[in-house]
């Protein structure tokens, strides 16, 4: 067996300058487990957790910003690193009290905070106060937004918005998925390589035997219920990327049966950015549809220089956004 997925999500801004336009993440079981985190790490861990997260949500969609694209500076962090789209000073800031408790006395630690960037020589277009609470106290929403009101009506910034902790996890998704998004795009993040030479070979059969099926693969089914496919004689190569129904296709055949040279033959045709992965990579482990996903796709190159602790986070998150990446129909071909 072997597998075929394609990518064609195109890419998107960074996701601190979508209003309104962020993807649903509330149905995935990692982003509570990581909004825990940021609501009950003390000071110095938060800001640890929100910087590691910040990297994300502030990237384009082809690179990932290093740490030291944050300048430290005026309590929080400028990040430009020469994007088009920055530089943006980021104000990170951490409440002991809960969401319940927050009031005038949290308004004025946001003023204080958004004072001492204001009297900082830091030039910057955009201010974002980040903050590990949500904004649920009317007193406290409607303060801070006055505050970042006047930040931008006495000529200090174009725009001031604040994040609250589940804004700062959805961004961070949203980036990472576009990020993820635009290696696939660019053939980095294949499970294995397709040998081209196969395609050419002068002993081939283009037409054989085969039955073609669709499959249901989600949160709670993975196979085909019955199969409804139909036997016939054709081109595998052709169907294996045939229509824009499947974003997920499986070969499956015995040993030597040409499964990687309809694949090879396959990608010489056809334009679109491929993830081929080999069927010995698809072991008992995979049990279910999310584990199958995760298989499809190598995340080496994408947290190559990371700090062993956040390569782990985002390793978590990328669960969720390859689940999110691959959610349509999926396409069997046996023969």
């Known amino acids: 067996m072997n597998g075929v997925t394609t ?28 909004l825990s985190r940021v609501t009950s790490e003390d000071a110095p861990a938060f ?48 409440f002991a009290e809960g969401s319940q408790a927050l009031g005038e006395p949290h308004v004025q630690r946001c003023r204080e905070a ?21 904004p649920r106290r009317p007193v406290f929403r409607t303060g801070l937004a006055h505050e970042l009101a006047a930040l931008v009506t006495g000529g200090r910034v174009a725009e001031a918005l604040s994040w609250d902790a589940r804004d700062l996890v959805e961004a961070a998704f949203d980036g990472l998925f576009d990020f993820t998004a635009a290696n696939a795009r660019r053939g980095r993040l294949s499970v294995a390589p397709v040998e081209p030479g196969l395609a050419t070979s002068t002993d081939l059969l283009s037409e054989v035997p085969l039955r073609v099926s669709w499959l249901t693969a989600d949160q709670h ?5 019955e199969d409804t496919g139909s036997d016939t004689v054709a081109d595998p ?30 990608l010489q045709c056809d334009d679109r950015q491929v993830l081929y992965v080999p069927g010995a990579s698809l072991t008992q482990e995979v049990a279910t549809s999310k584990v199958l996903l995760s298989r499809c796709l190598n995340s080496e190159p994408l947290f190559g220089g990371c700090l ?20 349509i129909q999926t396409c069997l071909v046996r023969w």
């Not at 801004?13 to 649903?24: A, F, L």
């Not at 290093?66 to 000073?89: M, R």
């Open 47 to 94: 800001e640890k957790l929100a910087l590691t997260l910040l990297r994300p949500a502030m990237s384009p969609p082809d690179r990932l910003l290093d740490a030291e694209a944050f300048e430290t500076s005026a309590g929080g962090y400028l990040v430009g690193a020469g994007e088009t789209a920055l530089p943006v000073f980021v104000q990170p800031l951490f």
């Open 221 to 225: 089914r993975l196979g085909a219920g």
């Open 114 to 134: 958004i004072a001492r960037f204001a009297d900082s020589p830091v030039a910057a277009e955009i201010y974002l106060l980040v903050h590990n609470r949500d």
């Open 237 to 266: 190569a052709a169907l294996v990327l045939a229509g824009e129904a499947a974003v997920r296709t499986f070969l499956l055949g015995g040993f030597g049966f040409g499964k990687t040279t309809a694949v090879a033959r396959a």
């Open 308 to 327: 062993p602790a956040d390569r782990q986070l985002y390793a978590r998150m990328l669960r969720a956004v390859v689940e999110h990446l691959f959610r």
């Open 7 to 34: 990518i064609t999500s195109p890419a998107q801004g960074p996701p601190w300058r979508r209003d309104g336009t962020r993807r649903s993440w509330g149905g995935k079981h990692e982003l509570p487990l990581i």
